[in-house]
């Protein structure tokens, strides 16, 4: 193994070596030493500027060692059989995700409690946020194939208690342990694909990785056809279909791990000559445990409330209501202040958000969600109550928004490695979202037709294909290998705070003023019957479409759907102004990142990346080859 590079041979990422202001010379005065680096790089120092090997290397955790192993024993044959994994789970993880999030609105109704779907949607998003730091530390700790053990686990055991619930709590469980396991699958996936692709083909590759939903959209159609309305089995096929779909990777990875140990490759593991409970307070440490459950009780005891509320004795004069967002507003600046000060890993770690790419990453990814869900959570309710389209169609439509980002996140990567940059395509894509919520307030009104309800979810697939690719290549490049795994998580844990926030907001609106619509606009005085209908979209239904009470229905419907589409509209015109004053136009190359300039097995390569760091405050600087 060769000797480590020289502190002075780094630069910072936003550094020109031609620029006489950061010579070799002036760069040896003023770097310090090795031996007086922070011990700490993730929040010691307040202003890091530097990334060095060395200290990266004795901060190195197991299961970042091991990845760093393995790129000595894969072969042709051995990585063709990983692919074939990434595939098979994406595949798996595809397949789930355009077709049991169907399957919740028919369970909450068949107990009369549908209007609690966007409540257990927001905390599910609460869940998938927190955990994806969770499993992403988890992967860096322990390694990637123990965590995909236990993301299986996790996926079995919840939908197993879904498929056999017989009330809303059990159903809330089950969504509670599927939600660990949904997040962990996507977080190893993008982990795994950042580990085995450098700079230039990662926006293609992680683009390729969502192929399998253009497929699947169909498939889950015919799916959704043949077991609708009996929603139990639909949640259990999935029990015994994602353990042998994830088989594969678990395996390979696994054989992969015991071969760099028979052939003496593996990188030594800071917890291999430690007992169980060290590792274990180490590893509570390196997740920054603390850190994860103060922002999931923080958003939890704010966000929950606004679906809660209106449902409750009293509403917001409710005592527990009152008390949840109080405590929430209280936790959420010691939250922050506690992220900033105290963990030696915090989850968000402060610094980062300090840089342009990083930065409009989480903010465009947050408020792009924020948008999406706040129209997209009753969307598939709105497209059951006041359309008769047959469960086929329901899932074209409502799978239509996926397919459009499967194809346009792939194209979006075929353009990021022939141009090599994506500032203004996702710009572009940002925009076209954006339109998309905008004409989506005509499409929804009583003058819509299914055309123009196809032609907004086109768009704004179309946008969001081309936004999902490059914000996460972004952050990603901005980091070393080493910080790729958190950062990655750190992104998505922002922007799934964005869609708790939107299934929040979404759920307040509908559960304050959809009761006052039906009352409005349904021909009936029959308190029951009203409780009913707000109760269940499968009891709408059984009217007929010309029916006075289906009718009115369809009109309440419309009137809260157009709040919704309207803050949507709102919050979309952020995305596009973040993008042009935080995002970097950042030159794609070999490199695993734009920070060291190293390919995936740790050694320098000979083509440097082109960094333009204006946005910042930075110097303004290029590294070119």
Request: glycine share 8%.
């Amino acid at each position: 193994m060769s000797a480590l590079p020289e502190l002075s041979q780094h630069r910072r990422f936003d550094e020109d070596p031609s620029d006489p202001r950061t010579s070799n010379e002036e760069s040896k005065k003023t770097r310090p030493d090795a031996s007086h680096l922070p011990e700490n790089l993730y929040g010691t120092d307040p202003n890091p500027e530097f990334y060095d090997d060395a200290s990266s290397q004795t901060n190195m955790l197991a299961g970042v060692a091991k990845v760093e192993a393995l790129q000595a024993v894969w072969g042709p044959t051995s990585k063709w059989f990983l692919f074939g994994g990434i595939a098979l789970s994406s595949y798996i993880y595809s397949l789930d995700g355009v077709t049991t999030w169907q399957y919740l609105s028919y369970a909450t109704s068949s107990v009369l409690k549908h209007s609690v779907s966007g409540t257990m949607s927001t905390a599910n998003a609460i869940i998938i946020a927190v955990g994806k730091p969770l499993m992403a530390k988890l992967a860096d700790v322990i390694g990637r194939a123990e965590t995909f053990v236990i993301v299986t686990v996790l996926y079995v055991v919840g939908y197993i208690v879904i498929a056999t619930a017989n009330d809303v709590n059990q159903i809330a469980g089950g969504q509670v342990l599927y939600s660990f396991g949904y997040t962990g699958l996507q977080m190893l996936q993008q982990i795994v694909i950042a580990d085995m692709t450098n700079l230039r083909w990662r926006g293609l590759v992680t683009g390729l990785v969502s192929a399998p939903f253009i497929i699947n959209n169909f498939v889950s159609a015919e799916i959704a056809e043949g077991i609708l309305p009996n929603w139990r089995w639909g949640y259990a096929m999935f029990a015994i279909l994602v353990p042998v779909a994830l088989a594969p990777i678990i395996v390979t990875l696994f054989w992969a791990q015991w071969k760099a140990k028979k052939m003496d490759v593996a990188k030594a593991s800071p917890n291999a000559r430690k007992p169980w409970s060290v590792v274990i307070r180490d590893a509570a440490l390196e997740m920054d445990l603390a850190g994860l459950i103060l922002i999931a009780a923080s958003l939890a005891l704010i966000l929950l409330p606004l679906g809660l509320a209106p449902a409750a004795k009293g509403q917001w004069h409710n005592a527990s209501m009152i008390a949840m967002v109080t405590i929430g507003a209280i936790l959420f600046p010691l939250m922050l202040v506690y992220e900033w000060k105290v963990p030696r890993r915090p989850v968000v770690p402060m610094r980062w958000l300090k840089r342009g790419p990083i930065l409009g990453a989480c903010l465009i990814g947050f408020t792009d969600f924020v948008s999406f869900y706040l129209q997209y959570t009753y969307l598939y309710s709105y497209v059951y109550v006041t359309q008769t389209w047959s469960y086929r169609d329901l899932t074209y439509y409502s799978a239509t928004q996926s397919l459009a980002l499967t194809i346009f996140g792939i194209t979006g990567g075929i353009v990021m490695y022939f141009t090599r940059r994506f500032k203004w395509m996702l710009f572009a894509g940002l925009c076209v979202r954006l339109i998309g919520c905008g004409l989506m307030l005509k499409a929804r009104s009583a003058s819509g037709n299914t055309a123009e309800l196809v032609m907004c979810q086109v768009l704004q697939g179309l946008g969001g294909g081309f936004a999902a690719i490059a914000i996460q290549v972004s952050a990603q490049a901005a980091v070393a290998h080493y910080d790729v795994a958190t950062v990655t998580a750190m992104v998505l844990l922002i922007t799934e705070i964005g869609n708790s926030a939107g299934s929040a907001a979404a759920a307040q609106i509908w559960s304050s003023h959809m009761p006052a619509a039906l009352a409005k606009h349904v021909p009936t005085t029959n308190a029951t019957l009203l409780a009913d209908l707000y109760g269940s979209i499968t009891q709408i239904a059984t009217f007929p479409i010309n029916d006075p009470i289906r009718l009115g229905a369809i009109e309440a419907y419309q009137s809260v759907m157009f709040k919704l589409v309207l803050g949507a509209t709102i919050v979309a015109i952020f995305p596009p102004i973040f993008c042009v004053f935080l995002t970097k136009d950042i030159k794609l190359t070999r490199s695993q990142n734009a920070v060291d300039g190293k390919d995936l097995a740790g050694n320098r390569t000979s083509e440097e990346t082109a960094y333009s760091d204006d946005t910042t405050g930075g110097v303004e600087a290029s590294r070119r080859v």
